[in-house]
């Protein structure tokens, strides 16, 4: 199964091109990856496709792959007018390793919007591999992956496209519960976040 899905969403990040609509899409950067983290993040965002920096939060109840992750930010878009953003995602284990060095594996896929003068709706499909390594107090969790979306656009001209990204990605997690947290996108939907989990 891991194979499987490697063989066929890796090489869509490669060689899908597009984009046409102007409007800001949910799941750039991903913000997935194994052991995702509970509770809330606050987020500097810098959508695709934007003008300017936004913001986002995330909340998770559960780890991922466990339960869902929901967003929800306020950015610009491409033409430079205000845009609201909303998703939700859901993922499962591919692999998990306990201990060995090597990575745990996840799907994840979701839907959700972009709304402004257009309104585009995206369902993304995905990988993440992420690794959990610990040392003097501090957890380093990086992670790397990539996704296809099918966007639904709605506005003038209409249309439906396959976009495509890789996903990378870090997280750093303190004794005192604050996370520091980086996450972005390069190919088709070129994106980032930065901010933090607050601690719970």
């Known amino acids: 199964m891991k194979r499987w899905l490697l063989a066929v969403v890796l090489p869509l990040v490669v060689f899908v ?3 046409s609509a102007a409007q800001v899409v949910w799941d750039a950067p991903s913000l997935i990856r194994p052991g995702a983290p509970t509770g809330l993040s606050a987020m ?6 934007g ?7 995330q909340w998770r109840r559960a780890p991922a792959p466990l339960g869902l992750g929901f967003r ?10 205000l845009a609201a953003l909303f998703g939700v995602d859901v ?4 692999s998990q390793v306990q201990g060995s060095g090597e990575p745990d594996v996840i799907w994840w896929t979701g839907a959700g919007l972009g709304v402004g003068e257009e309104v585009v709706v995206s369902f993304p499909v995905g990988l993440s591999l992420g690794w959990n390594l610990r ?13 296809v979306a099918l966007d639904v656009i709605s506005g003038p001209g209409d249309d439906l496209d ?3 990204s890789v996903d990378l990605g870090v997280d750093l997690g303190f004794e005192s519960g604050l996370m520091a947290r980086f996450s972005a996108a390069i190919g088709g939907r070129e994106a980032f976040a930065v901010g933090v989990r607050l601690p719970h």
Do not use: M
């Open 162 to 164: 396959v976009d495509a």
């Open 135 to 147: 040392g003097n107090g501090v957890v380093f969790s990086p992670n790397f992956g990539g996704h």
């Open 17 to 19: 091109p597009i984009p």
């Open 72 to 81: 929800v930010g306020v950015t610009d878009d491409a033409r430079g007018d």
């Open 51 to 57: 003008d300017e920096l936004g913001a986002l939060v």
């Open 91 to 94: 993922s499962g284990p591919v």
């Open 44 to 49: 500097l965002l810098d959508a695709y496709p």
